[in-house]
């Protein structure tokens, strides 16, 4: 059988290809490990670098008085006038606060304040549910949103966070589930990104040890 000199050429270069094999260049990448690697630090200063790389703000509390303390700063600071707020068990929190928020006025509101299922840390995330007392709207129709929070909700991935969540709720899963990675971002027009298109402009999360 005649072998052209092309087929030659080709079967050479295969043979000593074979002779001296090239290492693998992303030898980790062969499904041989997890993608994910558990985190080295602590769920909350995963969560909070993770949160402010997406352009949240992120506030660390020792205590429930600590939080109303910083977060009656935070809206004398900001000047927000109409401040919005559903959820009952925050009420404690924000009469010592001492300022004034309605539970009927979302739509002429400056910010929403609700509390969330979970945050995940690796991704700088916050879960909330239709069963919250926040409903489908608080935390997306206001221009500002902010999310109290205690360390003990903290998870590292969302796969650990859906899990508990699950078992939380057992058979009755909440109808809607939202995951939020800070304020709404969108870059469909021209591929410019524009902040607050589709939801609110600012984040914050108030993470606290103990909340009352």
């Known amino acids: 059988m005649n072998i052209s000199p092309a087929k030659e050429n080709i079967l050479k270069k295969i043979r000593q290809a074979l002779s001296n094999s090239t290492p693998l260049p992303f030898p980790l990448s062969e499904g041989n490990n997890s993608v994910f690697q ?15 790389k997406l352009q949240g703000k992120f506030i660390f509390c020792v205590d429930q008085h600590e939080v109303a303390a910083q977060l009656a700063i935070l809206v004398k600071q900001k000047n927000w006038n109409n401040v919005y707020c559903d959820d009952e068990t925050l009420s404690g929190l924000l009469k010592e606060a001492q300022f004034g928020y309605s539970s009927n006025d979302l739509a002429g509101s400056d910010v929403a304040i609700t509390k969330c299922d979970f945050l995940i840390a690796r991704t700088g995330t916050i879960i909330l549910s239709s069963a919250q007392p926040c409903g489908r709207t608080s935390s997306v129709y206001s ?5 109290i929070a205690k360390t003990d909700q903290l998870v590292y991935d969302i796969r650990e966070g859906l899990q508990l969540l699950k078992g939380k709720y057992s058979k009755n899963l909440p109808s809607l589930v939202t995951f939020a990675s800070g304020p709404s971002r969108t870059a469909d027009i021209e591929k410019t990104l524009v902040v607050g298109v589709h939801g609110p402009k600012e984040v914050y999360v108030f993470l606290a040890d103990e909340l009352e």
Do not use: D, K, M, N
């Open 143 to 147: 221009p500002v949103h902010i999310c």
């Open 38 to 52: 558990p985190s080295r630090q602590e769920l909350e200063v995963e969560f909070a670098g993770q949160f402010v």
